[in-house]
């Protein structure tokens, strides 16, 4: 109703999971990095716990996505199942054959387990995704963990997701579950959106929709999260309703007032009374969640009980075990900060490692921010919370915050990582180090410095008109050697789209089509083999 009125092309705030719209927050980029290390492992459980509505399906569609070696999915929906029936839905998730009239524990393990052994054989992953895990009762999560015995010498046959709400974590600390609990290999909790995370979402699904001024000012913004608790499923209700709003009152931006009538009409009554917001939001997140809940399962079920035969990318878990045992190195560098030189200058020495990998100095003299002084040199900086498979993937030289075993902080410059060890600047001092050893120190914040193509204003989005599209296109062309005659077309259209998704999905990246950050950093990568990277071997795949 309200979108020409704004000059939206589509409605922003739909709960409809459109991978469009899909907004990764940092704490989702963090959930997403741990569910792929734990499927990258060799078997086991994955853990992924949230409230409602805080994004779990979205991170679970990211995973389907980036799932990174051919793989069969099975996907359970409804887990308020007896064993009987969980086992006789997994064979009907992975089209296994069994006699109809069978009731049978026994013929319905043999069958899986054939299945797994023939599905191992020929190269390919099993994988059990559980949604709404924490419906799963003691003893149907116990024949979960029985079917994870089902391996071969070098590897379980069969991995399992589970995502569930917080009650699913109290669960699995019960005595009589721990070995399942033990053979978690990894897992995260989704908590809320921060307020900062909250604006951006906003921003991100209205340019989405096509729309690049700003509707909802610092000031609602800040409402909306008072409001939302940083929910993202409640944030849409909430500024669908308050758009509504704007709408029939000829306004231009949303106010704070409008937003907080939005809420009272979607709670029917005033918000002011804590105790009874809260409840009112709980009742909607049920209410939400069964509308919600038809979608997605309507959105799984007919993705083909998902046999997803993805790009045969490089499991470089598994890399790493065919090298295995590794040979004799010499002795590493113990990670510390050089006792000689003065610990308040280690900023500044980071930064000038950083900078001297690119070839340029960096002035601490000079009172110029350091990211300015990186602009000056066509670099932009990109400040980030991550771990290391994210910096390996980035592939490109980082400062990092460390604190040692006695609580002291410093910042070092990571110039190389390889599958064991790494090279670090500390001060004035190169040190060849354990990757545990920097692990046990690292907050996991970073700073690293990328090139910027000619003309860069931002982020390209669907829809969006510049002359940097032309060399977007070329450049994907050139690297999926596809032929084009010379790039004329000045928009992000569908068909760039897909090319884009295309690439994302081939280098560890959240297929959501839009130019950002990390898709120009891979690829500058893969275009510019002049570029300082932490890894050169991994930049010429």
Known sequence: MYNKYFGLNDTPFSIAPDPRFLYMSEQHREALAHLMYGLNSEGGFVLLTGEVGTGKTTVCRCLLDQIPVISTIAFIFNPKLTVEELLATICDEFEIKYPEDTSSIKVFVDLINDYLLKSHAEGRKAVLIIDEAQNLTADVLEQLRLLTNLETNQCKLLQIVLLGQPELKTKLEQPELRQLSQRIIARYHLDSLSKKDVGAYVTHRLSVAGLQKQLFPDSTITKLYQLSGGIPRIINVLCDRALLGTFTQGKNRVSRSTLSKAAREVFGRSYDNSGY???????????????????????????????????????????????????????????????????EESLNLAYKSLFNQWGILYNPDNNVPVCQQAETNNLRCL?????????????????????????????????SLNNNSAFLQVGTVALEVDIPDIESQWSGNYMLLWKTPPGYVGDMVPGWKNTLVPWLEKKLAVLQKRKIEAPRNTVFNTNLIGHVKKFQLSNGLVPDGIVGTNTLILLNTATDKSLPVLNKDRGDT
Request: glycine share 4%; net charge positive; aromatic share 8%.
């Open 277 to 343: 917001w809260k409840a009112a939001a709980w009742a909607l997140f049920l209410t939400v969640s069964i509308v919600a809940g038809v979608i997605l399962s309507t959105t799984f079920y007919n993705i083909e009980p998902i046999k997803v035969i993805k790009h045969a990318l490089v499991n470089e878990a598994i890399i790493e075990a065919t090298v295995l045992p590794a040979p004799a190195r010499h002795p590493l560098d113990k990670l510390r900060w050089p006792e000689a030189q003065p610990i």
């Open 383 to 415: 400040e980030d919370l991550g771990s290391m498979n994210i910096l390996r993937n980035l592939n490109r030289p980082v400062v990092l915050k460390l604190i040692d075993e006695n609580g002291l902080k410093y910042y070092a410059t990571l110039t």
